[in-house]
């Protein structure tokens, strides 16, 4: 090859390279740019979602009383339940020890535990997928949801009435959820 053929060659290959490069370049800003602009858009969704969601528990808290507030939250949560956990309180049916070992294999033993009729249950981060990213703080009434989630399961697995004591959660500013079940 010709020394005038090899640099013409290696120029040509050099600003292919380059062109390449700058490129790629621009497609990773264009990205980096669109990652921006979704986290942007998902900060101001979560924000509509959280304002939302304070606004009707306040709106429920002025309008209701605290009876019909509860009552209204624990469908919200056996309905929650229903739509998805459920299959695991009915392959327990019959046997709450059952269904306490399969929540003690997701949330830890110290987390879910019978001590004769009564199991505590607890949780230390929300699962609410409504709110678990936020809003940090909501309504007491709020959290009767997951009274009527476990009211749900255990009435499913027990096969019969069982009470659930709510004694504190995260969303009312205690660090973990905790529930005691009398079944």
């Given amino acids: 090859m010709k020394r005038k ?9 050099g600003l292919a390279s380059w062109s390449l490069l700058l490129f790629e370049r621009r497609t990773l800003m264009a990205k980096s740019k669109e990652k921006k602009t979704e986290r942007k858009l998902k900060d101001k969704n979560q924000a509509f979602k959280e304002a939302w969601i ?3 528990m306040a709106n429920m808290d002025e309008q209701f009383d605290e009876k019909t507030r509860a009552k209204l939250m624990e469908s919200c949560g056996r309905d929650c339940a229903r739509r998805g956990s459920i299959r695991m309180a009915e392959s327990a049916r019959g046997d709450v ?4 070992q399969s929540l003690a294999n997701i949330l830890g033993k110290k ?5 004769g009729n009564v199991v505590h249950l607890g949780y230390d981060k929300c699962y609410c997928e409504l709110v678990a990213e936020g809003p940090e703080r909501l309504s007491d009434t709020y959290c009767n949801c997951s009274t009527g989630w476990v009211l749900e399961m255990f009435e499913t697995a027990a096969q019969k009435p069982v009470e659930v004591e709510l004694l504190q959660t995260i969303k009312r500013g ?6 005691l079940v009398r079944v």
């Avoid at 020890?97 to 306490?100: M, T």
């Avoid at 987390?111 to 001590?115: E, P, Q, R």
């Avoid at 205690?174 to 529930?179: D, G, K, L």
């Fill in 97 to 100: 020890g059952k269904l306490v």
């Fill in 174 to 179: 205690a660090p973990s959820c905790r529930f």
């Fill in 111 to 115: 987390n879910c535990f019978m001590d």
């Fill in 5 to 13: 053929e090899f640099l013409r060659k290696t120029l040509q290959a």
């Fill in 54 to 56: 304070v606004a009707l």
